[in-house]
């Protein structure tokens, strides 16, 4: 269990905050403008079963979201930004799997703390975002932990090499970040080049370049470079449109670089479509295929979103599609597929959310998965039920 009096980390976070307030005298030169806040709370209600006849898993999470951001001068910003989270409920008893999973931090930097595991609660802070962002003419450079998104689709990302994450973790829509350095230059309004790299908790290296460009009416972008300390990447990505109807998709290869080039290569290509209707109704499908999947053995393993962008395929090939009805200004209905043929298997994800007042809204989300692992047959639902007040 990790606890809040962690010298050695409390140590590294306190450089990272001197290192921020430092950078004020150093960097500005106008007066400080204001520090905002904003953020969010939730209460959410949720229950795992394999069929309504028999037992139940319930658990509830209380999460709050802090966003700090400096604006120093037109040039420098900085942000720091907190999850915290109660958990009470069936899964707390799990013990130190449990309170372990919440509390694992894969950044370079451990800035997640249980505070609290007991029997019957957990309450855990982490602090996944803490940057300080230079910018200067035509260049960009941004340091500490932060997001760095290159992904192009919806669902599943093989372009997203700095911080993958799980579609099915939908209480999360930060997503998760990367202690990591990164430059961006930007020579026209419709281009830009990037270098970053990132090192995680097991000391393993992520590094790599991207150009991004507009021709033909396509947003389009080349990356390379090497990612987990173990697999050099090559990738592409693109998104446009075909008359109404928005066109994107990713591709990335991946081979060991102790064997490059050698017959051990991955390669995950995806693309897809989506349309908005009018009164803002949605309709989004996509496909992957992959030449060497994961094999998984049980469902925490597909769920957990704790997978690098090569290991985003379960199957050879795979299906999503989902739509949204916007049935009225205040209430939006959705309904999601995927197909995974490999498995046997699929998941369908019915939600409602209804805005019951300003900043205040309401949700119910089941999501039901099937599917054949290690020789089993496995069959989940989960249920939420959440509000959220934002401010």
Not at 71 to 89: I, K, M, P, Q
Request: proline share 3%; with cysteine; aromatic share 16%.
């Amino acid at each position: 269990m990790k606890v809040f009096n962690n010298q050695v980390d409390m140590k590294r976070i306190s450089t990272c905050l001197i290192f921020l307030i430092l950078s004020t005298g150093l960097f500005s030169q106008e007066k400080a403008k204001p520090i905002t806040l904003s953020g969010y709370i939730t209460t959410m209600q949720s229950v795992m079963f394999d069929s309504l006849s028999g037992s139940f898993m319930n658990e509830n999470l209380l999460h709050n979201r802090l966003n700090f951001k400096g604006y120093l001068s037109d040039e420098v910003t900085f942000a720091a930004e907190f999850r915290n989270r109660l958990f009470t409920g069936d899964m707390v008893r799990l013990g130190s799997y449990y309170s372990g999973m919440i509390g694992a931090d894969d950044g370079v930097v451990d800035m997640s703390w249980n505070l609290l595991d007991k029997q019957s609660f957990l309450l855990n802070t982490t602090l996944d975002r803490l940057w300080l962002d230079l910018h200067y003419s035509k260049f960009q450079i941004t340091v500490g932990r932060q997001r760095i998104n290159w992904g192009q689709t919806f669902v599943w990302n093989p372009n997203d090499i700095f911080n993958a994450y799980s579609f099915f973790d939908f209480d999360y829509t930060e997503r998760p970040g990367s202690d990591a350095v990164r430059l961006q230059f930007f020579p026209s309004s419709s281009s830009a080049a990037e270098l970053a790299v990132k090192v995680d908790s097991d000391n393993d290296l992520t590094a790599a370049a991207l150009y991004r460009f507009n021709m033909w009416g396509y947003d389009i972008q080349f990356l390379a470079g090497f990612v987990n300390g173990e697999d050099v990447v090559l990738g592409a990505g693109w998104s446009g449109a075909v008359g109404g109807v928005s066109f994107r998709g990713e591709a990335s290869w991946y081979d060991p670089y102790e064997d490059f080039p050698g017959d051990k290569s991955t390669v995950l290509v995806t693309s897809g479509f989506d349309k908005i209707f009018k009164g803002n109704s949605t309709a989004q499908v996509q496909f992957m295929y992959c030449n060497n999947p994961l094999e998984l053995n049980n469902f925490n393993s597909f769920y957990s979103g704790s997978l690098s962008s090569k290991d985003l395929a379960f199957s050879r090939f795979s299906a999503f599609g989902q739509y949204t009805w916007a049935a009225t200004p205040l209430l939006n209905l959705s309904l999601s597929a995927m197909w995974f043929p490999d498995l046997d298997g699929y998941f369908t994800g019915p939600s409602l959310d209804y805005s019951l007042a300003e900043n205040l809204d309401f949700s119910l989300i089941w999501q039901h998965f099937n599917a054949v692992m290690n020789g089993e047959k496995s069959r989940i639902n989960l249920g939420f039920l959440r509000l959220k007040y934002s401010f």
